[in-house]
């Protein structure tokens, strides 16, 4: 049992590899080819604790960047729930392959629905470092257009699993014919998505995201707001003098991150006019990040859309503020654990509208950005749902301040380079502190910024109005992954009772 043990930390920290900063992406199906390994044969209650060993093992590392500035007991405790669901995956998938027998589909099914549980709970759950955002550079990644994160998860866990089996039969001297099957198809899953068309083509905007940078990281990096703002408002300046100097094209759009404004720019004169004088010298309608004192006794995450002579003509909520970050669930109770609760001295209210704002482009075309905040880029509904309303761009705002110099916002960019392939958009990514960049539609970031500096990031972008077979497709491959998944229980379950030998982990049955 050592053995397996140690064979669970390690694939976990396999696992690891995959994602920023490494970006080994091949290191995804290896580590689960192990774990697959690891798993098959065990007992449930074995399957359980090898399965939350190699959740640990990924997600303690991995997930770092969430006790920088508030210490460890949060860090430690959101690996330990995220891993407890790799304990489910294993648990299922020990039980159906009781008998001693690696069985890919069920491996790859149990842990894509584990992957998918884990999105949406607890609290409207945590999508960070799912399986297919390790995937942008890989093969495998350009298979979201077809069917979302969940098609790519599900092919790199299948494949590991393939391959799992190939070193079984391999092992067992099965014939050659009996061990090439599996591994020709394995080949075949981390190839296929070279022949899926991804198009970048469609008339063009012209973007610029504007990094201005905080006066220090950390949980006070918004201490002196003004300054924020003050940097914001320079940068952009600074953006329009430079381009104008080198003859580049007038930008139809500025976009500005996450709490840009921290200062509730409706109800602050001083911030309101700062930043209608901005937009009025640049000529260009401008999306802001701000922070309002709304609704009474909460605080609401925006984007604001202020325009030329106009003003401010609309906004966009949060529609699913952070637990724990932006919002404390049950305060009480888990003030118990920690009064680090407290640092979040009032709720933000989440939003009701999907986010679009409408924005004439000089050539004549329209601009409809998508918005996204933050971690939203990370749910797969609300990414969906902005291309749904008609979105031809996506933007997303972020504010990775909080984090300091770790993997948190390489992890972000990686997110939205594959959301753009899945979503057939291009997406203007803005930090106030890095990474930002442009993401063409086949998943290419341009222009990657450095963290902790003040940067511009510009260009022209296709517009792209088509939907992908996996917009159009929605939630329809996790259901089926979760109807395949209890189509093997049910089967396994009209079995014959297993005796003894079926669950000893020693036993290796045939197929």
């Not at 044969?41 to 060993?53: C, E, K, N």
């Not at 309608?285 to 909460?298: Q, R």
């Not at 979105?391 to 300091?404: D, E, K, M, S």
Request: net charge neutral.
């Amino acid at each position: 049992m050592l053995s397996r043990v140690l064979a669970a930390l390690a694939s976990g920290g396999l696992l690891c590899l995959a994602f920023p900063t490494f970006d080994l992406w091949v290191a995804a199906p290896l580590a689960l080819a192990v774990l697959a390994l690891v798993l098959t044969g065990v007992r449930p209650r074995a399957g359980f604790a090898l399965g939350l060993l190699a959740g640990l093992a990924f997600f303690v590392p991995t997930l770092h960047w969430s006790g920088v500035y508030v210490g460890n007991l949060p860090w430690f405790a959101l690996s330990t729930l995220q891993a407890l669901f790799f304990g489910l995956a294993g648990t299922v998938y020990a039980w159906l392959s009781a008998r001693g027998t690696v069985r890919p589909l069920a491996f790859a099914v149990a842990f894509i629905c584990a992957e998918s549980l884990r999105s949406r709970a607890p609290y409207g759950g945590f999508p960070w470092v799912k399986l297919a955002f390790s995937q942008a550079d890989a093969p495998f990644g350009r298979l979201a257009a077809l069917g979302g994160a969940p098609s790519v998860g599900f092919a790199v866990a299948l494949t590991g699993a393939l391959l799992a089996m190939v070193a079984t039969r391999a092992v067992g001297r099965m014939p050659l014919g009996r061990v090439a099957l599996p591994g020709g198809l394995a080949v075949g899953l981390a190839v296929s998505g070279l022949l899926v068309p991804i198009s970048t083509d469609g008339p063009t905007a012209e973007f610029v995201g504007i990094q201005g940078n905080v006066p220090r990281p950390g949980l006070d990096f918004n201490a002196e707001r003004r300054a924020v703002l003050d940097n914001h408002v320079n940068a952009t300046l600074a953006a329009r003098a430079a381009g104008e100097a080198a003859g580049q094209p007038r930008p139809d759009l500025y976009v500005w991150p996450e709490n840009a404004s921290d200062i509730d720019p409706l109800r602050n004169e001083d911030a309101n006019q700062l930043i209608r004088n901005t937009v009025a010298q640049t000529g260009v309608p401008l999306i802001v990040g701000g922070l309002l004192e709304e609704p009474e006794g909460y605080l609401s995450n925006t984007s604001l859309l202020f325009e030329p002579g106009k003003g401010d003509t609309a906004r966009y909520v949060k529609r699913h503020p952070v637990p724990f970050g932006e919002y404390i669930p049950n305060r009480d109770f888990w003030r118990l654990f920690s009064d680090q609760v407290d640092l979040v001295r009032r709720d933000f209210y989440p939003g009701s509208e999907v986010g679009l704002f409408t924005v004439p482009a000089r050539s004549g075309q329209v601009i409809r950005a998508g918005l996204s905040i933050c971690f939203e880029v990370a749910y797969d509904d609300i990414m969906r749902d902005v291309v749904n309303a008609g979105a031809n761009v996506l933007v997303v705002q972020t504010n990775n301040a909080t984090f300091g110099y770790t993997a948190e916002s390489p992890q972000q960019l990686a997110i939205s380079r594959l959301r753009a392939i899945e979503l057939g958009r291009s997406v203007v990514h803005v930090s106030t502190v890095g990474q930002s960049a442009l993401i063409t539609p086949d998943g290419t970031a341009h222009q990657v910024t450095s963290l902790y500096t003040q940067a511009v990031v510009r260009g022209a972008l296709p517009l792209r109005d088509s939907r992908t077979l996996s917009v159009r497709l929605g939630g329809t491959p996790e259901l089926a992954a979760v109807l395949a998944l209890l189509g093997l229980v049910a089967a396994a379950a009209r079995r014959r009772p297993r005796t003894t030998d079926d669950i000893d982990p020693n036993h290796r049955g045939r197929e």
